[in-house]
C-alpha cells in the first residue's frame, strides 16, 4: 500500500487535479467570504396593467406604453438570489383604475418580487424609469362581414358549391384609430381540387384599403369574438343522368310495341355521391296507354330532390309516345249495365243506350270481334236520387286476345225513389 500511495502522490496528474481543486476553493472563499452580495441586473422586465377590465367598463383602452419593458438593477443582492430574479419571475404593475379620460398619462409602477423574496435583501433596487406613459383611447367596437372564396377547384367529375361561414360576421374592438384601418376580414383557403366537403376551422387576417395585412404591432391592439371562422365548402358529385316515363300497359299496348322519345334525353346533375351512386334514370312521371290510339305527347316539369341540383339547367321535358304494330276498330256496343244498383225501393233509367268503342289490338285478334264480345259497365255505388254521369269500363271476352278498348267512357243513368 505505501508503494501505491507513493506512485499516486509522486504522479503528474495527481498535481494537476490537486492544484484545480486548490484553486476553486480559493475562488469560492474569496467569492462568497470576501464578495457576499452584489449588483444585478434584470433587464426586459414585463409592464402588467391592474384593473384593466375597469378601464374597458369605460369604453377606454391603451393604445401605447412607453416603455414596453424596464430594466431593474437589485443592489447588493445576495448571490444566493440571482437565479430566482429574472424577468420570468419579477414583473412591474401599473394600476390603471384611476383612468377617466384619453390622452396621455403617467402613472408610476410596483414591482412584483418571487415569493419568498422581499425588498429588506436588497439595499435598494434601481429603475430604468420612475414610470410608464400611456395613451389612453376610446374604445371602438365594430362588426365585420367575413369574406372567404373558394378558387382551387374541385376533382374532375365534382363541384364546388358556394363557400359556408359560421359565423358570418365577427365583432372587433380595440382604439377606434386602430379599427378604423380594418377595411376587410378576409378567410385565405389554400386548398385545391376537393373530392369531398371540406368543413375546418380557419384564422383570419385583417385587410386595410389597400389590402395590405395589418401589422403584428396594431394587431396586438385588437381583441376578437372569436380567433377562428368554420368554414365549409360543399362539394358534389356530378353525373349524366338520363330521363324516362313509367308507362301503364292499355288497350293491347305495352312497353314493347311502344317508341318513347324525351327531348332532353338526359340531364347534368350534382350531389352527394351517396345519392347519386345507383341513380341512373329520373323518371318523370307517367303515361296510360290506354288514354290515346297511337301517337301522345307530353309535357313534364323536371322536378329533381332537393338533395339534387340540375346542372344542364333544364326544367321541363317533352314526352313523344307512339304505339306501333297494331291496329284499331271501333264497333258500337248498346244497353250498358249497372252494378251496386241502389235497393228496390230506388228505380234505375239508364238514359245511354249504346257507345261507340274504339279497340286496339293486333289485326289478327281485332277481326275475330264483335259486339257481343264487349260489355260496357257503369258502377252506381253510393249514388243517390238524381241524373248522373257515372264512370263505365270496358270489358272484352278473355278469348277475343290481346285487345283493349282506347279512351274514356261514362253512362248517363237516371236514380229516383218510388213512392209508397
Not at 250 to 261: D, K, P, R, V
Not at 293 to 304: D, K, N, Q, Y
Not at 313 to 319: F, R
Not at 339 to 361: E, F
Request: charged share 20%; with cysteine; hydrophobic share 40%.
Amino acid at each position: 500500500m505505501r508503494k501505491v500511495f507513493s506512485k499516486v502522490f509522486s504522479s503528474r496528474v495527481f498535481y494537476i487535479v490537486f492544484s484545480l481543486l486548490v484553486a476553486i476553493a480559493l475562488w469560492m472563499y474569496v467569492e462568497l467570504a470576501e464578495n457576499p452580495n452584489l449588483d444585478h441586473s434584470v433587464p426586459g422586465v414585463e409592464v402588467v396593467f391592474v384593473n384593466h377590465d375597469l378601464l374597458r367598463d369605460r369604453n377606454f383602452i391603451i393604445s401605447e406604453k412607453s416603455p414596453e419593458t424596464v430594466r431593474l438593477i437589485f443592489n447588493d443582492c445576495p448571490r444566493s438570489l440571482i437565479r430566482r430574479l429574472n424577468n420570468s419571475t419579477v414583473t412591474v404593475t401599473v394600476d390603471v383604475a384611476n383612468i377617466a379620460r384619453t390622452g396621455y398619462e403617467w402613472l408610476p409602477f410596483e414591482i412584483d418580487l418571487p415569493q419568498g423574496i422581499n425588498r429588506g435583501m436588497f439595499s435598494s433596487i434601481t429603475r430604468s424609469v420612475e414610470g410608464i406613459t400611456l395613451s389612453i383611447d376610446r374604445l371602438y367596437e365594430r362588426s365585420f362581414t367575413v369574406d372567404a372564396r373558394y378558387t382551387g377547384g374541385a376533382a374532375e367529375g365534382y363541384i364546388a358549391g358556394d363557400v359556408e361561414i359560421s359565423p358570418p360576421a365577427i365583432m372587433i374592438d380595440g382604439p377606434e384609430s386602430v379599427v378604423a384601418q380594418v377595411s376587410k376580414v378576409w378567410i385565405p383557403i389554400n386548398r385545391e381540387s376537393l373530392s369531398a366537403t371540406l368543413t375546418e376551422d380557419f384564422p383570419f387576417i385583417l385587410l386595410d384599403e389597400n389590402d395590405e395585412e395589418l401589422s403584428e404591432e396594431l394587431l396586438e391592439m385588437l381583441t376578437f369574438s372569436q380567433n377562428t371562422i368554420r368554414v365549409t365548402i360543399p362539394i358534389r358529385m356530378m353525373k349524366i343522368v338520363a330521363l324516362g316515363v313509367n308507362l301503364i300497359d292499355g288497350a293491347g299496348a305495352t312497353e314493347q310495341n311502344s317508341i318513347i322519345s324525351i327531348n332532353p334525353p338526359n340531364i347534368t346533375v350534382s350531389g352527394d355521391p351517396e345519392d347519386l351512386m345507383n341513380l341512373n334514370t329520373h323518371f318523370l312521371g307517367t303515361i296510360d296507354l290506354s288514354r290515346f290510339t297511337s301517337i301522345h305527347t307530353e309535357m313534364f316539369t323536371i322536378a329533381l330532390p332537393n338533395n339534387l341540383i340540375s346542372e344542364s339547367g333544364e326544367s321541363q321535358a317533352i314526352v313523344d309516345v307512339e304505339v306501333v304494330g297494331l291496329e284499331t276498330l271501333v264497333l258500337s256496343v248498346s244497353n250498358p249495365r249497372v252494378v251496386n244498383a241502389p235497393p228496390d225501393d230506388y228505380s234505375v233509367t239508364v238514359i245511354t243506350q249504346s257507345h261507340d268503342v274504339r279497340l286496339r289490338g293486333k289485326a289478327e285478334d281485332l277481326e275475330n270481334i264483335t259486339s257481343a264480345n264487349i260489355r260496357v259497365v257503369a258502377d252506381l255505388l253510393d249514388l243517390g236520387p238524381g241524373q248522373h254521369q257515372v264512370p263505365a269500363r270496358v270489358y272484352i271476352d278473355e278469348d277475343a286476345g290481346d285487345v283493349g278498348a282506347i279512351g274514356d267512357y261514362r253512362v248517363t243513368v237516371r236514380i229516383t225513389r218510388e213512392q209508397t
